[in-house]
């Protein structure tokens, strides 16, 4: 973005000041800003940079939020945007960052959510955190009760809340509990709940993603609304229409950086401009090579797949899905969070998600019914899952013990483990995949996330799968690690293996898979041979999907 | 940074042995040397048999999840109190009545197991409700009252009764050899097998501890083993019960550490999910668990009632208890998937040894209970807290 045409001083020019001008003076000083000489910023996130195990999750990230406007941060999964807005909260306490949150003129240094809920920054998040057997009036109220802490003041509570429900246009009485209405009335309470605690600064993550369209207008109307009364907020979406509807300024956030700040008035917020914000990259040299061998057959095939969520049993999660992998092809599934592509996965491996599953399922040409688990192993299926500490690994049990778990026949005999036999197979996948530990009667525990990876793929490949299905398996691991998993990759498919990748990094699924499937609210809504995508293809392909949906 | 996280894992995998040394050394000084009498060596083994055989079925709950069985105590007087009828009042048969016996076990065992895996009622909630059933339904079988035993062999074989020792078939005055080559056997048993490991792990090219450790390690093992034995010999040889202690906790060791059904309990408790995922089923995993333990408390009711040649509506009062904390302070973790017999076997003796220190230097009963509760609270703090990296308060 360039902007030197316009005049320095200009209200809208601040961003793009040169480093060496007088900021200062201009952004925090003297008269400048609309609101009775108050500071005309808000907001200022300076050069925030946190950092997890092994990853660098932000680097280098600045924000401005200027007072009353609605302030839209946009990236891919994983671009950092949902940490950036922790580390506002205080849920990643002050020290555990580095860089400035700069807010009302004052650097803050919150230890804690309640320290930046005081100053009036309260963030909604994607998951709503409310309790269901408690009232709507007891749940905006939580931790923040009304009247004296040994004699709560139910009259003002509820009364309180009325007033907060009108504000936000909600039809209910306070004492409605919140299990008994609906997720579009439960995100308003969010809102209510966020203005009991006087927000100045109202942060939305997400706050459409399970609402219906006309849900979802009236939340953006009402964002407007308080826009009207000098309310400020960040949301995060997906949806590029809604933040086209509703936003001033656009932030784009890709990698854990800011690429750039789009003011609405100035600049061109087209939504393909947007994408090529999100995605543009370079990709030289990230993937290993592979040489194309075909092997003949299918290796797996999925016809008229549907899947209902295992609570809510009237909602669809997959819809209809059919797709296949060849013996010896990568195929990717591309989408984001919540598309359902986990949900497809793991109803397939043995129908360990969902209910009423319905559909046609084929390995090596024969249909299966697998109704377990153990069924979908037996028959030579794996699921890598993409959550490895909360559903792949035991982390307080040792390596070997890891990699036998999914094929302890393959060691045992009469079902008395065959211990030498089972530590030599944990030693050869750890000289195979090359992971780095001291012996394999390590915890995995102890280990970095890549080589917790590498063990996770060693179980499943001592499972002797012909068909895997990998879900994010680069997830939260370094380059180099990430390189060594697609080196492993390409090894099962040289074997004549059918792997299915599913990730939501598309640079990773361009460089790896050989055909993409683009998944979007439980349906297939894209195939592309590998040479016909790239990156802005497949991203314009999921959210004009969802914008219809909006 | 490795040599200082290998130390403290030693010292933490160590830290109840050393406890164990340190409590038997106090009481030793306490008891000005009682303690270690050859006839309260012997008691501490035939007073705690029924802690060893109902911690390790205990174990097996625990390490699924930190789930405990609160019932096992009502389950073991009940067990008693049906095979007492059974022998005394209406005349059947020994052989037959253990057979019932271990059989009553069994249902109760699959009663709750089927609540607790297939229903997902918590074992809490499960077992509690176990414990009031069952002592109820032991004071309704035995009408209140105590049932003597009359059967010599019921009691001989369960070591209970006067003479409740193995045969000696030397007969030298004041010592039993038997029980002395015994000793020395298991001394020679335990050597052999070590070095037979170690050579194959050599050959296979595996890592191996290092020979020093190993050799200190065997030393210290013949050491006490050897020790033990000469005590026992200088009593009256070994308690019957010894060898039903010894038959569980070999066969619940090698259970634990080498088939894989002992392998679920490890998984499912270390991580319930994955191992659902790895295509094992967990239901059956928690359902065992439970089986066992009925299992297991039948057979400490037999040793009970024969211990003390009676059944009375108030047998087995608190062993859950013993049983829960014997696996605790032996290094069980509250929250499942660590834990093995040796370690509930140090937790055993140290809560042994500090009930009969304690009862040997007259200490009141109450205070016995106090010193008790806070060892068993210090056992799992130590656990959680090293667990979270040595930080005692929890993040917030």
Redesign the interface.
């Known amino acids: 973005m360039n902007n030197a045409g316009l005049p320095h001083g200009s209200p809208f020019d601040i961003w793009n000041m040169p480093e060496n001008h007088k900021r200062q003076e201009l952004e925090y000083g003297f008269g400048i800003g609309r609101d009775l000489g108050l500071a005309k910023i808000l907001l200022e996130m300076k050069n925030i940079t946190k950092e997890f195990p092994g990853v660098k999750a932000l680097d280098n990230v600045n924000l401005k939020v200027e007072r009353g406007e609605i302030h839209a941060l946009v990236g891919e999964n994983g671009a950092g945007k949902s940490t950036l807005m922790n580390v506002l909260s205080g849920i990643y306490p002050y020290g555990t960052y580095k860089g400035d949150i700069v807010y009302d003129g004052g650097v803050c240094k919150f230890a804690k959510i309640k320290d930046s809920e005081e100053k009036g920054i309260v963030i909604i998040h994607q998951e709503l955190a409310l309790v269901p057997y408690m009232t709507i009036g007891e749940n905006m109220f939580l931790g923040n009760e009304r009247g004296r802490k040994f004699a709560l003041n139910w009259n003002e509570t509820y009364g309180r809340a009325d007033e907060l429900l009108k504000t936000v246009g909600l039809q209910e009485s306070s004492r409605t509990l919140i299990k008994d209405i609906g997720v579009g009335k439960q995100q308003l309470v969010e809102i209510a709940k966020a203005l009991a605690k006087n927000a100045r600064l109202l942060i939305l993550d997400e706050p459409t993603a399970s609402l219906n369209e006309a849900d979802s207008k009236a939340l953006l109307d009402l964002l407007l609304k308080f826009k009207e009364q000098g309310m400020t907020s960040i949301i995060i979406s997906h949806k590029l229409n809604e933040i086209a509807y509703v936003a001033d300024k656009i932030t784009v956030i890709r990698d854990g950086s800011t690429i750039e700040t789009m003011d609405k008035k100035t600049d061109d917020i087209s939504e393909d401009r947007i994408i090529k914000g999100m995605v543009g990259r370079d990709l030289t040299n990230r993937f290993p090579k592979r040489d194309k061998k075909t092997f003949g057959g299918i290796g797996m095939e999925v016809k008229d797949w549907t899947v209902y969520h295992p609570l809510y049993s009237e909602r669809k999660v997959v819809d209809g899905v059919n797709m296949k992998v060849k013996k010896g092809e990568v195929v990717g599934i591309a989408g984001l969070m919540g598309a359902g592509r986990t949900e497809l996965a793991m109803s397939i491996f043995g129908k360990s998600y969902g209910t009423n599953i319905s559909g046609k399922l084929f390995l090596n040409g024969e249909e299966v019914h697998l109704n377990s688990v153990r069924d979908a192993i037996d028959k030579k299926l794996a699921y890598v899952t993409e959550d490895r500490k909360g559903n792949g690994l035991i982390l307080s049990n040792p390596i070997k013990i890891n990699t036998t778990l999914a094929n302890m026949d393959a060691v045992s005999r009469h079902t008395i483990i065959d211990k030498d036999k089972e530590y030599e197979v944990a030693e050869d996948y750890r000289q195979k995949l090359r992971t780095k530990c001291p012996t394999v009667e390590q915890n995995v525990g102890n280990l970095s996330g890549g080589n917790q990876q590498k063990v996770l793929l060693a179980k499943w490949m001592f499972a002797d799968p012909d068909v895997l299905i990998l879900d994010e398996p680069t997830r939260g691991i370094d380059v180099g690690a990430k390189y060594e998993i697609y080196c492993i990759i390409n090894q099962l498919v040289a074997e004549g293996k059918s792997v299915v990748m599913i990730s939501s990094e598309l640079p990773e699924v361009l460089g790896m898979c050989d055909r993409i499937y683009i998944m979007n609210e439980g349906r297939m809504v894209g195939e592309l041979p590998v040479e016909e995508a790239s990156q802005e293809i497949i991203m314009a392909h999921i959210l004009k999907v969802s914008n219809k949906g909006a | 940074m490795m040599n200082k996280g290998k130390m403290m894992e030693g010292v933490k995998k160590y830290t109840m042995i050393i406890v164990l040394v340190l409590v038997t050394a106090f009481f030793a000084w306490g008891t000005q040397g009682k303690i270690l009498l050859p006839q309260n060596v012997s008691n501490l083994i035939a007073q705690n048999a029924y802690v060893f055989v109902l911690a390790s079925g205990m174990l097996l709950c625990i390490l699924t999840g930190g789930n405990i069985d609160l019932s096992v105590g009502s389950v073991v007087c009940f067990v008693g109190a049906v095979g007492a009828v059974l022998m005394e009042n209406k005349g059947m048969n020994t052989f037959a009545a253990i057979v019932v016996m271990l059989l009553v076990g069994l249902l109760i065992g699959a009663w709750q197991g089927f609540w607790i895996a297939f229903v997902r009622i918590p074992p809490f909630i499960t077992t509690l409700a176990g414990m009031l059933v069952f002592r109820g339904l032991s004071n309704v079988v035995l009408e209140g009252m105590t049932v003597s035993l009359s059967s010599e062999t019921f009691v001989k074989v369960f070591g209970g009764g006067a003479n409740c020792y193995v045969p000696d078939l030397f007969g030298m005055e004041g010592f039993n050899l038997t029980c002395m080559i015994a000793g020395t056997f298991a001394c020679v048993l335990y050597v052999l097998l070590q070095m037979k490991n170690r050579m194959?792990?050599v050959r296979?090219g595996?890592?191996t501890e290092s020979m020093v450790s190993m050799l200190v390690k065997t030393a210290l093992i013949c050491a006490v083993i050897l020790l033990f034995t000469l005590r026992l010999s200088q009593y009256r040889g070994i308690p019957t019960a010894l060898i039903w202690v010894l038959i569980v906790i070999l066969v619940y060791a090698y259970i634990t550490s080498?088939?894989?059904?002992g392998?679920y309990f490890?998984?499912v408790g270390?991580?319930e999910?994955?191992?659902?995922?790895?295509?094992?089923?967990t239901n059956k995993v928690y359902f065992w668990a439970y089986l066992n333990m009925g299992f297991l408390s039948a057979l400490a009711g037999m040793l009970t009632i024969a211990r003390m040649t009676s059944a009375q509506p108030t047998y087995g009062t608190n062993y859950e208890m013993d049983a829960i904390g014997s696996c605790f302070i032996g290094g069980a973790?509250a929250y499942g998937?660590?834990g093995t017999i040796p370690g509930v076997i140090v937790g055993a003796v140290l809560m042994g040894v500090i009930n009969l220190g304690m009862s040997i230097m007259g200490v009141d009963q109450n205070i016995q209970r106090v010193v008790k509760g806070l060892v068993l609270l210090a056992a799992v703090i130590f656990d959680v807290v090293s667990k979270r990296g040595g930080k005692l308060i929890a993040n917030?």
């Open positions: 194959a792990k296979k595996y890592e080498n088939t894989t059904i392998r490890y998984a270390g991580n999910k994955a191992t659902k995922l790895s295509g094992i089923n973790s998937g660590t917030d």
